[in-house]
């Protein structure tokens, strides 16, 4: 297949390239690299030892991205781009509403006008608010106790998805609702890349083992954790990558929703002795007032994407801390060095 990737350079587009080119498939990028780099794409070009289409435009814009797409063919598309920093979001709310939205109202209009029925959409775990249940299975209500307008835009796209299908019956969309993308591609060639503050736990603890700062800032320390601090459910990006191929390959008319998650939770000061563990380096941390809008505890229940796509996170948390860094120490200031 000829894969219309959206948001392609980015942490999980490139890995999730990388892995469609080992499985055969050609890849196009769309990107406006307003937070990614070309490099990533010319690392993972290296990587898979095969070429990537790439074309430039901000999938907002309407007539850009068509002017764009012009005399590109392809087959079905995964749609990653967008903005996801949850901070910012509650800051630039119309802007994130504006761009989340309107992109995914533009790559639907498109692939109605090409006829082209195969789409996977980067959902995340934020759909279902605040937990009701220990694990989180597809059928936990969405939308209910979300925090933020990033994670809004995030289901307010599944039931834009859902409806553009009630109105097409032909149309396939498998909606992924990641939990925390960790890790990076083991050679470390290519991995995550945040522009300023890292907002998220690896990124910031591998900066701090790289010395880029000073230490980590452990957000809250009284939750009803094994030990106070905040549980996630961290999955290998690599792993992820894998899920988003699987999906492809799975595609029937209609809309399916799959977690993809390890299952396994871990709490923040698990995840320091993890990455000290698995890299040598001691990562100093303070603790200090719980972050506004965080959970408690948000784990996976996996089995339906285990079962249906018949895929399955293989990969450790050890194994993502090592990549991490695999990844930070042989690129301290990411792409751009
Ligand atoms: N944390 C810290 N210090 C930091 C950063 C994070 O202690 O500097 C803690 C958080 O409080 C939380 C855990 O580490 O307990 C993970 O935090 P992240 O920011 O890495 O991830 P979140 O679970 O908060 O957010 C992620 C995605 C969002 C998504 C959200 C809910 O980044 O896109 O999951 O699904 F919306």
């Given amino acids: 297949m000829r894969v219309l990737l959206t948001g392609g350079a980015g942490y999980i587009g490139s890995h999730t390239a990388l892995v469609l080119l080992e499985h055969g498939h050609e890849v196009l990028v769309l990107d406006d690299f307003s937070n990614s780099s070309i490099e990533a794409i010319r690392r993972v070009e290296q990587l898979a030892s095969a070429s990537i289409a790439v074309v430039r435009a901000d999938l907002a814009d309407l ?84 925090t933020n307008p990033y994670g809004f835009t995030k289901a307010m796209n599944e039931q834009i998805i859902r409806d553009a299908q009630a109105a097409w019956p032909e149309f396939g969309a498998v909606l992924l609702r990641y939990f925390n993308p960790v890790g990076a591609h083991p050679s470390g060639r290519i991995g995550e890349d945040p522009s300023g503050i890292p907002n998220n736990l690896m990124p910031f603890i591998s900066q701090v083992a790289v010395g880029r700062r000073e230490k980590l800032m452990v957000f809250g320390s009284d939750y009803p954790t094994v030990d106070g601090t905040g549980v996630r459910d961290y999955i290998h990006v690599m792993d992820l990558a894998e899920g988003h191929v699987a999906a492809l390959e799975h595609i029937a008319a209609g809309v399916a929703a799959y977690n993809l998650g390890t299952g396994r939770g871990s709490s923040v000061l698990e995840v320091v002795r993890a990455f000290e563990g698995a890299t040598g380096i001691a990562v100093p941390y303070e603790i200090v007032a719980a972050r506004a809008g965080d959970l408690a505890e948000a784990v996976a229940d996996p089995r339906l994407a285990n079962n249906e796509l018949g895929w399955q996170a293989s990969r450790s948390l050890d194994e993502a801390c090592r990549d991490s860094w695999a990844w930070q120490s042989a690129n301290p200031s990411g792409f751009d060095a």
């Fill in 63 to 146: 007539e850009a991205a068509r002017t764009a797409l012009e005399g590109e063919r392809f087959d079905a598309v995964i749609h990653l781009a967008g903005l996801k920093a949850v901070g910012e979001s509650t800051e630039q709310p119309t802007r994130y509403y504006r761009t989340n939205l309107v992109s995914t109202l533009n790559l639907l209009e498109m692939m109605r006008e090409r006829a082209v029925t195969s789409l996977v959409f980067s959902s995340s775990a934020t759909v279902y608010g605040t937990p009701q249940t220990r694990t989180l299975a597809e059928d936990h209500p969405v939308g209910q106790g979300i």
